[in-house]
């Protein structure tokens, strides 16, 4: 069983919209949940990242956690062109290491 | 704001070579990681290092990976024989103290091509 899994996409949005990022992950006792957004041959960048359940958010852009369901999501309110990246979720283990999930490629169309 | 270096932007080598990746952590940071991220795929954890040991490594990295703390700034990876299946992009990472190993930062990556 995968740690953690993420839809592939590609997603494909006009500029305005509202995105959401999903995925899921195999083990309950996860307590941390981070996205990262990637652009093209470039390293991860830290978006937010998630204690336990809840939502967190930050200017357009908010993580959502729901631990019942061990499901997790990124919102992104009047996405921008700029927006277009491959988005990662990640979990810390425990282990000081992360999982990643595949990543999303997300498009924004002006 | 302080940032994750990594050098060489992009490294060629034939098979068997040996390769040495050089990455410069955030200067307070205490922890540090080696990621890869094969064409298309996930990103893979390969090893974690602090207070100048390894604290978990993945089952990517075998014999033929090291890290190293060699000075007070650089963190490095070596190969010692690279195969054609470890052409990749090699990530560092790090972050500030054990309890925030989810805030972890990453370099822009290496690029290694095994030829």
């Known amino acids: 069983q995968k740690e953690v899994e993420q839809d592939p996409g590609p997603l494909s949005v006009p500029e305005g919209a509202i995105v959401s990022l999903n995925c899921t992950y195999s083990?309950?006792?996860?307590?941390?949940f981070m996205w990262y957004r990637q652009y093209s041959r470039k390293g991860p960048e830290l978006l937010m990242y998630?204690?336990?359940?809840g939502n967190k958010e930050d200017g357009r852009f908010t993580a959502q956690v729901d631990k019942s369901s061990k499901y997790i999501s990124l919102f992104i309110r009047d996405s921008q062109p700029s927006d277009s990246a491959t988005y990662l979720c990640?979990?810390?283990?425990?282990?000081?290491?992360?999982?990643f999930g595949t990543g999303t490629r997300l498009t924004v169309i002006p | 704001e302080p940032e994750v270096t990594q050098t060489p932007s992009h490294q060629v080598t034939q098979m068997g070579q040996e390769v040495i990746l050089r990455c410069v952590p955030i200067?307070?940071?205490?922890?540090f990681y080696w990621y890869r991220q094969i064409l298309g795929q996930k990103v893979e954890f390969l090893v974690s290092?602090?207070?100048?040991?390894?604290?978990?490594k993945s089952e990517i990295f075998d014999d033929q990976f090291s890290v190293e703390r060699p000075d007070g700034s650089n963190f490095t990876l070596k190969i010692r024989s690279t195969k054609l299946e470890d052409s990749a992009m090699y990530f560092c990472?790090?972050?500030?103290?054990?309890?925030?190993?989810?805030?972890?930062?990453f370099g822009p990556g290496t690029r290694l091509t095994v030829t």
């Open positions: 200067s307070n940071h205490l922890y």
């Open positions: 990472a790090s972050n500030r103290d054990r309890g925030s190993s989810y805030e972890q930062y």
């Open positions: 083990n309950s006792a996860f307590q941390y």
């Open positions: 998630t204690y336990s359940s």
């Open positions: 990640a979990i810390e283990t425990g282990a000081n290491n992360l999982f």
């Open positions: 290092f602090y207070n100048n040991e390894i604290s978990e």
